[in-house]
């Protein structure tokens, strides 16, 4: 019932796509047939537990139990380090509350899938791992899926900024010690999407003016939907980026 109530807490508004279940994803790591699973010889059973633990997590913030990066991220291609809006790009990502750290904590690259904080009553029990998609020690090693430069595992350059504000209600915003940028053309913002997520302060619960922002999540569900790369809204004729973006 735990895992049911954080799923559920994930979706703020409604979704062009639903929920289509964890167990049919790429995220269910119990499935043999995936890239991804625990090796035959694992006594970890559960599917959840590669995120969530009910006990002796990381944080009480999603229950976290998968063991972060110890990687510092940055945009190595962002002049100035900050937006063609003004708005900074952030320098805490790995630090940062918000989920972003935590999709990081498996897609860097570096972090074993099965490296958790707690299962079976007992303390980092890491659990071996395998299928095509990892390597020797179980980290994830398949560049479609590694979203940083996996030279490095660190810099970000190339990809969306997560971690940064939005203009909800098309209003200047403060989200992760980050203000909106004095060039941003608010009026260029849908003040309030739906099917994606903006997320509020601190990275979690209901945005509002003046502060919210956007993380990995808000494009994607790790819990699954029915598009392709989890993606809460089709990419199809950009549905996606006009989710947010008036063009």
Known sequence: MVVRAIAASTVLFSTAALAQGITSTKHNFQSQTNPVHVDPSATEDGICVFCHTPHKGAS??????????????????????????????????????GSTAKCLSCHDGTVSIGAIYWSNATASPTVTMAGTDVGASGNLNNASYIIPDQST?????????????????????????????????LAQWVARPTGVRVFGSGGGGAPAAGAAGIECASCHDPHGTGNTFFLRVTKSGSQLCLSCHIK
């Open 153 to 185: 595992g660190t810099d970000l350059k190339g990809n969306h900024p997560v971690g940064v504000p939005y203009s909800y209600d098309q209003a200047v915003a403060t989200y992760n010690g980050i203000s909106t940028g004095p060039d941003v053309k």
């Open 60 to 97: 009480s913030l999603l229950l976290w139990n998968h063991t972060f990066s110890a990687n510092n991220y940055s945009w190595a291609d962002v002049s100035g380090g900050k937006t063609t809006g003004g708005t900074s790009y952030p320098t805490n990502v790995r630090t940062w509350t």
